[in-house]
């Protein structure tokens, strides 16, 4: 049992009156040196002649030392899925998330998202809702003087107006003629500041009528920048309903966004020159008139942002990153990442629905605090020591390493005192092989030993064992009595007067450099 430690001054005596009943010192507890301040830079006084006794050896276990480990996961590919609902005019939100393993707690979050993609409709005013603003109209009239007309219309699928293009047969005293491609037609010109077009389709509904129906030569048409993308005949179309066309999947090499203006025109055009003896007019209406077009963009166009981050855009459009560090630490997992947007403008123009995509990676960076073991034990919390007299001290200890599932670029790194030099560093499958070269820090001076395990390998988990050596100052050391003199002695007893005499001196046996004071520690055990 530990009874009593006493402070004493290297290489000056400590007197040691003793009050209590006899009790024996034992010498096999010498101080571990590293826990021992420099000594004074002037050798002690040899009593009587005698050389001082030589410690003996000693090994034990020391204070763990704390280890800081860090490693990042990233759960990449996930899908990301965002709409704006026109008839509400609120935009939607969608979650990624990242695992974060038990004991762990999450420092930094890396989000990447890319492929990202939106998709909208840009003619303005493609439902005609209450006039025909942003169209303009003609017609090209070949061979003869037809009547051609082109007005906004109440009423339509939509209940809010639509549009017709119109051409009246010439009268030649026996028929009503149409030349072949007379046409009649409303247009759009419009600008899209986006990129990278995915995908692209119309869609629309029309109706086609003549004074005989549907029983006309006569063709409903789409033209995107002066190519006929889509066209049906009356005959096809068979009746005079109201038709949908669904969407019409179109060329994207038919557009040159953002540097060139899209021209969309809808009209009807005669196939053929052709005279009808009562067909006197023919007739096509339009009315949601969709261009919907998936194009890369920034995330500062729709106002992307991730957990109240703003999305920084990057160099191309469809790429984007944030970085978030938490104000207080994540500890439970899922790890979330939410996404809220708007559109620009907000609402929209048009006010149609909006669909956003993307992938996204989440990079997570998590720690935890570890302690070194003395031994291949969970429970072996410490390190272990062994102080020769006139060696270095020697101190050795493990760490257990565990790395989560799908975790890598695992770091560790540990504080230990400025005497310490690391010597051997091994992985858990080579325990024979030093990979010290391989690590950072270490040197005599640096206090810190960083250990980047899955550089090192591809199989990290398991013991890995470390090494580290620091200067034994403490050469040796006597217990003494004063008897008329200063003699070795085994016992303190009540009434004598005792002291500890001890030689501190480096590794080449002499004074440490630059050393003016030192402190020891002097424990006495098991008192009889």
Known sequence: MKIRTVTILALCILLIPVLFQP??????NPIPASNLAPSTSQAPDVPNGEPIVPLPDYNGEGNARFVHEVANRTDGNQAVFLFYDSSTQTA???????????????????????????NRTWALNPSFN??????????????????FAQTWQSGGPDGNGYVRVQEDGRWDGAYYRYDNNDRTWWTQTFSVNRSDMNWVAIKMDYRVDSAWGSNALFNVYVRINGTQVWAKGFQS???????????????????????????LEIGMFSTMSVGYSSNNWMRVEFDNVWLYMKNKVYPSEINLQMNGLDVEDQVSRGFGFVQQIP?????????????????????????????????CDLNLFANKTGSTLYEQSPTAVG???????????????????????????DVFNLTIPTDWEVIFVSEPQLPLINKIG?????????????????????????????????HNYVDSAELQIFNGGWNPTSAIRAGNMTRVQARILDGSNNPPLGVTSTQANVSIYEPG
């Open 23 to 28: 009790i024996t010192a034992q010498a096999t």
């Open 92 to 118: 939607g939100t969608d979650s990624a998330s990242v695992v974060l393993p038990p004991s762990w707690t999450g420092y930094r979050l890396d989000y990447s998202i890319y492929d990202l993609y939106e």
């Open 130 to 147: 209450g006039g025909s603003s942003q169209w303009t109209s003609g017609y090209n009239d070949l061979g003869g003087s037809n009547t």
């Open 237 to 263: 179309v068979g009746d005079t309903n109201w038709h949908n066309t669904g969407f019409l999947e179109l060329d994207v090499g038919l557009f040159d966004i953002p540097n060139s203006a899209i021209e």
């Open 327 to 359: 104000t207080s630490v994540w500890t439970t997992t899922p790890v979330i990442s939410n996404l809220v947007w708007v559109p620009t403008p907000n609402p929209p123009n048009p006010d149609l629905d909006i669909q956003v995509t993307a992938l």
């Open 383 to 409: 390190v272990g020591f062994s102080a020769v007299s006139g060696q270095n001290t020697s101190w050795t200890f493990y760490y257990q390493l565990a790395l989560p599932s799908q975790y890598w670029n």
């Open 438 to 470: 391989q690590c950072q820090g270490g040197v005599l001076g640096d206090g810190y030993l960083i250990i980047p395990s899955t550089d090192i390998t591809v199989s990290p988990d398991g013991y890995w064992y470390i090494e580290a050596e620091s």
